[in-house]
């Protein structure tokens, strides 16, 4: 099981805070993960994570879409983030 939290503008559009899944076989990294909650749950959730610039933490640290995730990981999806 993991822990998905979303931020900002990608909670918005899912309408959702956080949820806690088993991860499916085949799934094995962020990248991973993000395809397949695209494919499987459609349309809104393409547009929310189909972003190139989404940053992504597990853990509370910041990491890659490479990185391999493991069970009990706290994964975190922002949006791209400007300043000024």
Do not use: C
Not at 11 to 39: M, N, Y
Not at 54 to 79: I, S, W
Request: proline letters at 4%; aromatic letters at 8%.
């Amino acid at each position: 099981m993991i822990k998905i939290v979303y931020f900002a503008s990608i909670r918005e559009q899912l309408g959702l805070a956080d949820e806690s899944l088993e991860i499916p076989s085949g799934v094995s990294s962020i990248a991973d993960l993000s395809s397949w909650l695209q494919r499987e749950r459609g349309q809104k959730w393409s547009s929310a994570l189909g972003n190139i610039s989404t940053l992504y933490a597990v853990n509370q640290e910041m990491v890659n879409a490479q990185h391999l995730l493991q069970t009990g990981d706290e994964v975190a999806f922002f949006p791209p983030v400007t300043g000024g």
